[in-house]
Nanobody, 114 residues
Framework: VQLQASGGGLVQAGGSLRLSCVAS????????MGWYRQAPGKQREYVAN???????NYADSVKGRFTISRDNAKNTVYLQMNSLKPEDTAVYYC?????????WGQGTLVTVSS
């Protein structure tokens, strides 16, 4: 299974970005999909996840600003990021559980300028 993330870029504080992550390869049935991020000099941290039925969870730091969604037919997960802050600057990684195995994408860089 391969995960390809896209949609990162440079945005001013208060702006929005939408990340996408497409899963491909030997996919049987992807259950949970999610996003993590890693800021410079910090550990990777959880952002949000969504299960196949559409139930979602968010880190407190992004709750109310970010929205995770998915298209099961396209094996794609999205992260709509609004009201972005400089502290949201990080490389964003998507992941997915498929038949008990966890897969990671390559990451997409989000930079929020003040």
């Amino acid at each position: 299974v391969q995960l390809q993330a896209s949609g990162g870029g440079l945005v001013q504080a208060g702006g929005s970005l939408r990340l996408s992550c497409v899963a491909s390869g030997s996919i049987f049935s992807i259950n949970d999909m999610g996003w993590y991020r890693q800021a410079p000099g910090k550990q990777r941290e959880y952002v949000a996840n969504i299960n196949r039925g559409g139930s979602t969870n968010y880190a407190d730091s992004v709750k109310g600003r970010f929205t995770i969604s998915r298209d099961n037919a396209k094996n794609t997960v999205y992260l709509q990021m609004n009201s972005l802050k400089p502290e949201d600057t990080a490389v964003y990684y998507c992941n997915a559980w498929n038949i008990g195995n966890l897969y990671w994408g390559q990451g997409t860089l989000v930079t929020v300028s003040s």
